[in-house]
Nanobody
Framework: QVQLVESGGGLVHAGGSLRLSCVASRRISAYDIMAWYRQAPGKQRELVATITSGGSRNYADSVNGRFSISRDNARNSMDLQMDSLKPEDTAVYYC???????????????WGQGTQVTVSS
């Protein structure tokens, strides 16, 4: 069974930085698109950033300019560098991988178990 495992979460003061990693149990290059999501208490899970197999990146407006997503096929890892953290960035962060399996666009999706990020004011 394919697994995605996040690490790197923790407690940091506002203005600080953290780097999250998502390691896959299969070739990460097999995923057509990978993403980081987050879910704060009492809120819906929201998309933070995406990266395609070709390296195209997109960010939520709330993190654009502060966060940077990357993927390293050699390390089988996808990372999220988070700088200038704010208390409102506090959430559980999840990684996700999507692989398109047919011409109709059907996908196989894998999620990680999440890692807690807490930003104190």
């Amino acid at each position: 069974q394919v697994q995605l495992v996040e690490s790197g979460g923790g407690l940091v003061h506002a203005g600080g930085s953290l780097r999250l990693s998502c390691v896959a149990s299969r070739r990460i290059s097999a995923y057509d698109i990978m993403a980081w999501y987050r879910q704060a208490p009492g809120k819906q899970r929201e998309l933070v950033a995406t990266i395609t197999s070709g390296g195209s990146r997109n960010y939520a407006d709330s993190v654009n300019g502060r966060f940077s997503i990357s993927r390293d096929n050699a390390r089988n890892s996808m990372d999220l560098q988070m700088d200038s953290l704010k208390p409102e960035d506090t959430a559980v962060y999840y990684c996700k991988g999507d692989r398109v399996v047919n011409v109709e666009g059907a996908k196989v999706t894998h999620w990680g178990q999440g890692t807690q990020v807490t930003v104190s004011s």
